[in-house]
Structures are given as structure tokens and as C-alpha cells.
T-cell receptor
């Protein structure tokens, strides 16, 4: 069974500061990994995904994430936070065994941007 | 393209009532999914359909049934609603395994 752990249910950073949201996964096979963002009262929007190409993945809105197999991590970063980045962020994993069994999500990290 | 659409947006039910949540996608995707989102729990998979004509249970299927009506539509039915089913329900679709999932805007359901 696969699982996702997001460290920190709330993260607060100042506008212009580095954003780091942590995600660790467990999976018995090499996974696909995803970051989604959810703005208030909206659905989830894909930020970026890792599917075995480059380990550093660039996404929308200046976000990127690095897949580190040795650490089983897929942390999300952005060099300079903007007020519009305030949202809920979810890390998700899907294994590669075939079929379409859905994603396993972490519990989410609420990103707060301080002016 | 409308993407993934869900109806209704909001619903209030009394315990024991039944209802069907509708989901449709216009992206010609093979796979469709139903999730529920609860505070502090992330999203949990209820049911999924890998392709037209097939459905499978996810992590939390109890109390729900689904129908993959055709390639476009995937409905979720609550036969006898319970307060524990108060949640936000999201439908999603994807081309298939490993592809990212596109999410609908959600249905906020309250069971009193």
C-alpha cells in the first residue's frame, strides 16, 4: 500500500520568502508523484507531476519539486512567495502497476502568506 | 471545453434520504474517479472507473454506489444518507494510469 505524509498542516511565510512544502511517500514500486493546489471553495488544480523523466520538475506559477528516491521525498518549493500563493496544497502518489486505481493524497498543507 | 462538471453544487439531505451526484467530462478520458474531502483528511478515493463498463472500490466505498453510464458520465449514489457522509465530493477524470487527473468544482453535501 502506498501512503503520503505532508509535514506541517499549516506553513506560514512572508511575502517574498522561500516557500518549502514537504512531502514524503511510501510505495512498493517507483511512483508517479503530483502536487495539486486548491484555492478556497474550488476544485484541485495540478501544479506539477513527476513520472520518471527529469528529477527536478517545474510547474505552474513558479513552483518546482525535486524527486529524491533515496529520501522518498518530493518537496515543493518556490523561491519567492506571492500573496496569491495562499491556498491548500496536496501531494499525491500513484503507483505504476497498471490499471487506474486513483491517487493517494496527503492530508494537505495550508500555506499562509504574511504581508 | 467545460472539462469536468458536477451537479449539484450544494445539497442538504435529511438522514435516510437518497440522492445521486452527477459528473460528466468532455475530454474523452478513459478513467473517472469519485473522492470525498474532509477537514484534515485530504482526499479519499470512494470509487473509480478505469474504463467504460468497469467500476472498482476505492478506500472508502461503504454507503455509496456508482454507475459509469457511458464514457462521459460517472454518477455517485447515496442510497440512505448518513451524517457521516457530510463532505465535499469531487469527481475527476484522466486519460489513464499515471496521467494527471482533472478535477471538477465539487459538490458540498450536508446530511442532517
Amino acid at each position: 500500500a502506498q501512503s503520503v505524509t505532508q509535514l506541517g498542516s499549516h506553513v506560514s511565510v512572508s511575502e517574498g520568502a522561500l516557500v518549502l512544502l514537504r512531502c514524503n511517500y511510501s510505495s512498493s514500486v517507483p511512483p508517479y508523484l503530483f502536487w495539486y493546489v486548491q484555492y478556497p471553495n474550488q476544485g484541485l488544480q495540478l501544479l506539477l507531476k513527476y513520472t520518471s523523466a527529469a528529477t527536478l520538475v517545474k510547474g505552474i506559477n513558479g513552483f518546482e519539486a525535486e524527486f529524491k528516491k533515496s529520501e522518498t521525498s518530493f518537496h515543493l518549493t518556490k523561491p519567492s512567495a506571492h500573496m496569491s500563493d495562499a491556498a491548500e496544497y496536496f501531494c499525491a502518489v500513484s503507483d505504476r502497476r497498471g490499471g487506474a486505481d486513483g491517487l493517494t493524497f496527503g492530508k494537505g498543507t495550508h500555506l499562509i502568506i504574511q504581508p | 471545453n467545460a472539462g469536468v462538471t458536477q451537479t449539484p453544487k450544494f445539497q442538504v439531505l435529511k438522514t435516510g434520504q437518497s440522492m445521486t451526484l452527477q459528473c460528466a467530462q468532455d475530454m474523452n478520458h478513459n478513467s473517472m474517479y469519485w473522492y470525498r474531502q474532509d477537514p484534515g483528511m485530504g482526499l479519499r478515493l470512494i470509487y473509480y472507473s478505469a474504463s467504460e463498463g468497469t467500476t472498482d472500490k476505492g478506500e472508502v466505498p461503504n454507503g455509496y454506489n456508482v454507475s459509469r453510464l457511458n464514457k462521459r458520465e460517472f454518477s455517485l449514489r447515496l442510497e440512505s444518507a448518513a451524517p457521516s457522509q457530510t463532505s465535499v465530493y469531487f469527481c475527476a477524470s484522466s486519460v489513464g494510469q499515471g496521467a494527471w487527473q482533472y478535477f471538477g468544482p465539487g459538490t458540498r453535501l450536508t446530511v442532517t
